[in-house]
């Protein structure tokens, strides 16, 4: 398997249930990101992770809950999310720290539906 | 901080017809620019971007985009639309020092008609 991968592609879940994505990068990268996609929004950034740790959260509720074991795998977990949670969520990696090539790489994404 | 906009979230054009999806930025000091491409069900894909040199980039598919600094602008063009191109397109920008931040626009779903 090349590039990102992110798992499932699709979840449906209640606003009670616990689940988890995952996203793996096979890029040896070193970086990264959890982007949140709504329709007629901009991408918005969630979280950073830069050698396992998190550098930036942009203020995101404490029902999101992202994990990096290593630098090949982020997970984000999710708690009792609201129907406005629903979107395309998008896991990215990049090499950095060059900033001249420090490309972000994205997954296919993980369609969520909260009911 | 940093900010994009892209004029126009729909472009159609005739296949063979000239692309052209506007972005402007906004930010402080001069950014890093991309361009990337959505197809239906996948991720983004970065097509070009824009660090430093030649204001004229060339990316995969046969775009290309110019920075315009006095224009603060990164229009993404292409000759001879294809139907393949059929897409939503999103420009980013970053800061050149720092987290790599990408602040995205709200992306063109840019329609090939045959």
């Known amino acids: 398997e090349t590039g990102v991968t992110q798992t499932p592609r699709h979840l449906v879940m209640g606003m009670t249930n616990k689940k988890s994505l995952k996203c793996e990068q096979h890029?040896?990268?070193?970086?990264m990101y959890w982007y949140k996609q709504s329709a007629k929004k901009p991408l918005e950034l969630m979280f950073v992770?830069?050698?396992?740790?998190?550098?930036e959260n942009n203020s995101v509720p404490s029902r999101f809950s992202p994990e990096c074991p290593n630098s090949s795998h982020l997970f984000l977990h999710l708690h009792t999310l609201q129907p406005e949670d629903s979107a395309l969520y998008l896991c990215?990696?990049?090499?950095?720290?060059?900033?001249?090539?420090?490309?972000?790489?994205f997954g296919p994404g993980t369609r969520l539906t909260v009911l | 901080a940093q900010s994009v906009t892209q004029l126009g979230s729909h472009v159609s054009v005739s296949e063979g017809a000239l692309v052209l999806l506007r972005c402007n930025y906004s930010?402080?000091?001069?950014?890093?620019l991309f361009w990337y491409v959505q197809y239906p069900n996948q991720g983004l894909q970065l097509l070009l971007k824009?660090?430093?040199?030649?204001?004229l980039v060339k990316g995969i598919n046969g775009f290309e985009a110019e920075f315009k600094k006095s224009e603060t602008s990164f229009h993404l063009t292409k000759p001879s639309a294809h139907m393949s191109d059929a897409a939503e397109y999103f420009c980013?920008?970053?800061?050149?020092?720092?987290?790599?931040?990408?602040?995205f626009g709200t992306g063109t779903r840019l329609t090939v008609i045959p």
């Open positions: 990215a990696s990049s090499q950095g720290p060059d900033p001249t090539t420090d490309t972000q790489y």
């Open positions: 890029l040896g990268h070193n970086a």
């Open positions: 992770y830069s050698l396992e740790e998190r550098v």
């Open positions: 930010s402080s000091v001069p950014p890093y």
């Open positions: 824009y660090t430093t040199g030649a204001t």
């Open positions: 980013a920008v970053r800061l050149q020092t720092g987290a790599n931040n990408l602040f």
